[in-house]
């Protein structure tokens, strides 16, 4: 079955481990796409995603992090420096990915991808700051774009409802 190229499901990513990953693997789950980093004033969002993956992993969802150093120096550790941070700090299961850049001509096609389909305020693309949110429906399409001030509790409710949607 072809992936549709309109959709997350035709990207691939290299996750923390270092292993290539394709995001197909995620098709028909609900997905919270995060730019996220360690030494970030929202660092603390990682308690708030983790009760989000704890919440709803059953039903199918997934928060997917990825790490991201362009944002005032954030996140300058190595993978293994990452990987075991949101482990013992935040007991983090959901799954991570290698380090990424979102903005600028490395971005990470993935977020060039996500940045067109889910603009941010008056239409803009760029990411402005760590913890910048994607939500993402059972189809791979992005539905939503969340600022990074935007506490992850606050979209449960919109999970909720893509979760009730059936899969098509």
């Not at 730019?35 to 660092?43: D, I, K």
């Not at 991808?113 to 239409?123: E, F, I, R, T, Y």
Request: proline letters at 7%; hydrophobic letters at 40%; a neutral charge.
């Amino acid at each position: 079955m072809a992936t549709d190229p309109g959709t997350i499901h035709t990207f691939e990513a290299t996750d923390i481990q270092g292993r290539p990953r394709t995001l197909a693997e995620f098709t028909g789950r609900v997905l919270l796409i995060v730019n996220v980093a360690s030494r970030c004033g929202l660092t603390k969002q990682y308690s708030s995603l983790q009760a989000l993956q704890d919440r709803f992993h059953d039903r199918g969802f997934d928060v997917l992090g990825f790490p991201c150093n362009q944002f005032g120096n954030q996140e300058p550790g190595s993978e293994d420096q990452i990987a075991d941070f949101c482990t013992t700090s935040f007991r983090v299961s959901f799954p991570l990915f290698a380090k990424v850049e979102v903005n600028g001509a490395d971005a990470h096609p993935l977020f060039r991808h996500l940045k067109a389909a889910a603009p941010g305020l008056l239409g803009s693309q760029g990411i402005k700051w760590n913890f910048t949110k994607f939500l993402v429906g059972r189809d791979g399409r992005a539905v939503r774009r969340y600022a990074p001030n935007v506490p992850p509790e606050a979209i449960a409710g919109e999970i909720e409802r893509l979760l009730e949607m059936p899969p098509t």
